[in-house]
């Protein structure tokens, strides 16, 4: 049951009653096959290479370290269970996309994309390899995805972005309303994009504990329930080029030559200039309980594409296997000061919100309920796509700024990490995209007034058939372009 206080205006009983027996929890953490924690670091060990965050970029890191150079000596530090926060909340689309979609990837990497699609391809191809050769039951559904528009500002370019993401190598097809209804049965769609390529969907919570069960496989120590408490050089020792990073946690510490940085917002904390770069931007998601063969058969949705709509506040909405309906985004929140709190997990105004824009989207499932109801946190950075750095001399890589599109995008994020810590020249540390930063929030309070300008702005223009503000408009030149 959601718990919090109600919404202060009153609320459509109908909503009431879907809502009802929500569980404030992740669906896909709350499985009853949820591997049991393992056991806290307790007193002081030494690696080759220390793993910060046991969501998908730390999985990733700490099992590609394993395979790539099999002599190394691998921990990995979570602080509270493997997936707990962005990896087990999300909606679990695996994009191809590098870039936060080909869209943004062409506005800041336009030489590059070409080769950014490339390697976002075989990073996807890569993982579902995995899946299958690890065994990961995970639901791995290689889907594509499909984009519609609910209005007709949203679907005037479409036939422009098909021809760029055909450019690129993609499968994709314009939809005019009926065919966008055929896909899947909405009363609100006017067209779309479909892409046959370039997206998966994905149990996140089985994904990463496939990838957990397969690190300690290949011989990776895992801690859980042990947060970093600080990140420092090693005071004393040998020469300098043979010094370590000494990382302190509650019962414990280890002493590492290589740190690998794999904690999103929080990273933050042990590596102040992170925090410049990212902030945490909270998403909410409802999943319904599972529908009948009649209701399922009412949306058509017979190829379960993953899908979204294109409005600049979107909706991202998927099947599970076991048919029910994820339901997600449109009301991307920031709390003042950049807060990240256990009671923000749950907002009961977002959710009532969230279902009524599902039963307007899909009214033939009205009386459906809602078995689950949850929030994460999304790093944000303001180019929409991961960014990376070194620290210490190069001891310590880091990565973060996915911003809600990171599921493929880690498993690449991770070789990145690899490389740079081992200073190699490869065709992936030498992309724009692992080389530059995007451009740094300001500082508090300013930052909070900037980011809740830029919300009302974008809920605006939706309004406005699309139309971008002054704000917006200043936001674009200065290459930050806010759109969702």
Not at 6 to 31: E, G, K, M, N, Y
Not at 122 to 139: K, M, P, V, Y
Not at 179 to 197: D, H, Q, V, Y
Request: glycine share 12%; with cysteine; net charge neutral.
């Amino acid at each position: 049951m959601i718990t919090q206080k109600a919404p202060a205006t009153a609320v459509d009983p109908a909503i009431a009653r879907s809502l009802a027996h929500a569980v404030p929890r992740s669906f896909w953490l709350d499985q009853p096959d949820a591997p049991e924690p393992l056991p806290a670091l307790a007193g002081s060990v030494t690696a080759d290479l220390a793993v910060i965050g046991g969501g998908f970029t730390g999985l990733w890191t700490a099992l590609l370290a394993r395979e790539r150079f099999p002599d190394l000596d691998v921990v990995l530090l979570e602080a509270k269970t493997v997936a707990w926060a962005a990896s087990g909340r999300n909606g679990g689309f695996c994009s191809a996309s590098l870039t936060h979609g080909i869209g943004n990837g062409l506005e800041r990497f336009g030489d590059e994309m070409p080769l950014l699609e490339k390697l976002g391809e075989q990073n996807l191809r890569e993982i579902g390899e995995t899946i299958a050769a690890r065994g990961i039951d995970c639901d791995f559904s290689p889907t594509g995805e499909v984009a519609f528009g609910t209005a007709d500002w949203q679907v005037e370019g479409l036939d422009e972005e098909a021809v760029a993401a055909r450019q690129l190598g993609h499968d994709v097809e314009v939809l005019d309303g009926p065919a966008a209804r055929r896909e899947l049965n909405s009363p609100l769609w006017k067209g779309g994009l479909k892409f046959t390529t370039g997206n998966a969907l994905v149990e996140p919570g089985r994904l990463a504990w496939g990838l957990r069960r397969a690190c300690l496989d290949a011989g990776v120590r895992i801690f859980e329930h042990t947060p970093v408490t600080s990140l420092t050089p090693e005071s004393s020792g040998g020469p300098s080029g043979d010094r370590a990073m000494m990382l302190r946690t509650p019962y414990g510490g280890v002493r590492a030559g290589m740190v690998a940085l794999a904690a999103g917002v929080p990273g933050g904390k042990l590596l102040r200039r992170i925090g410049a770069y990212v902030i945490p931007v909270w998403d909410y998601v409802l999943m319904t309980e599972p529908l009948s063969a009649e209701q399922l058969d009412s949306l058509g949705w017979r190829d379960r594409r993953g899908a979204a709509d294109l409005g600049n506040q979107f909706h991202y909405f998927r099947l599970t296997r076991d048919n029910r309906v994820l339901w997600g985004g449109y009301d991307a929140v920031y709390y003042n000061g950049g807060r990240v709190r256990s009671e923000h997990e749950t907002r009961p105004e977002t959710f009532v919100v969230l279902a009524a824009q599902f039963f307007d989207t899909f009214p033939q499932l009205a009386g459906v309920s809602f078995s689950h109801a949850w929030g994460g946190v999304i790093d944000t950075c303001s180019r929409f796509c991961a960014f990376f750095g070194t620290a210490h001399g190069g001891r310590v890589a880091y990565v973060a700024g996915y911003t809600g599109l990171g599921v493929g995008a880690t498993r690449f994020g991770a070789q990145v990490l690899l490389d740079k810590l081992h200073n190699l020249d490869t065709e992936r540390v030498r992309l724009t995209l692992a080389r530059s930063k995007p451009v740094p929030f300001p500082p508090e309070p300013l930052r909070s007034g900037v980011i809740q300008a830029t919300r009302s702005s974008i809920a605006r223009a939706d309004r406005n058939e699309g139309k971008r503000d002054a704000w917006l408009r200043l936001l674009d030149r200065l290459g930050l372009g806010f759109d969702s």
